[in-house]
């Protein structure tokens, strides 16, 4: 028996510990599909297991966790694109009506997935939906179900697609 195993299973478990702590470095994107990222010291790129980040760019700044041997995009540094408001639009009885909300140029990367909530006190009388959101823009509607005319709010969040 080699007088030193003792010490070097002790040096193995001590080992095993400090590689099952997650690790927290900042990167950069080199690729998105699969994902790919280039820590600021490294000079070669690792692919990462999985991104819980949405629509990120080929040199995005990101937040990344090595948890035993997989690496985790958790996030972008600024956030994920997103953009909110409100639209009134009046509506005749039996009719449609409209607004388009036009996105900054270059603001999303990827078209983004918009999500609206019609806000009425009669649920029963109206209804919303929306075109294909594009980067550049989308398309709010209000049907109206009602035997007068309707203003009706819109509350929409635009957050970038993945």
Same mark, same amino acid.
């Given at each position: 028996m %080699?007088p030193?195993?003792?010490?070097?299973?002790?040096?193995q478990?001590?080992?095993?510990q #400090?590689?099952?702590?997650?690790?927290?470095r900042e990167?950069?994107v080199t690729?998105?599909?699969p994902v790919s $990222?280039?820590?600021d010291?490294?000079?070669?790129?690792?692919?990462?297991?999985?991104?819980?980040?949405?629509?990120?760019a #080929?040199?995005d700044?990101?937040?990344? #966790?090595?948890l035993?041997?997989?690496l985790?995009v958790l996030?972008?540094?600024?956030?994920t694109?997103?953009?909110?408001g409100?639209?009134?639009?009046?509506?005749?009885?039996g009719?449609t009506?409209?607004v388009?909300?036009?996105?900054? #140029?270059?603001?999303?990367?990827?078209a983004?997935?918009?999500f609206?909530t019609?806000r009425t006190a009669?649920?029963? @009388?109206?209804?919303s939906?929306t %075109?294909?959101?594009?980067t550049?823009? $989308?398309t709010?509607y209000v049907? %109206? @179900?009602? $035997?007068?005319?309707?203003?009706?709010t819109v509350?929409?969040h635009?957050?970038?697609g993945?």
């Open positions: %080699n030193w195993e003792p010490v070097l299973a002790q040096v478990k001590l080992k095993d #400090v590689t099952a702590l997650p690790s927290i990167a950069t690729s998105v599909f $990222v280039r820590f010291t490294d000079e070669a790129s690792v692919d990462a297991y999985a991104s819980i980040s949405p629509g990120l #080929v040199g700044r990101v937040l990344t #966790v090595r035993a041997r997989y985790w996030g972008r540094r600024g956030g694109p997103d953009l909110r409100a639209e009134s639009i009046t509506v005749g009885p009719e009506g409209s388009t909300i036009m996105f900054p #140029v270059g603001y999303f990367q990827v983004p997935l918009v609206t019609l009669t649920p029963q @009388d109206s209804r939906s %075109n294909i959101p594009t550049a823009g $989308v709010l049907y %109206n @179900d009602a $035997v007068s005319t309707l203003t009706r509350s929409w635009a957050i970038q993945g």
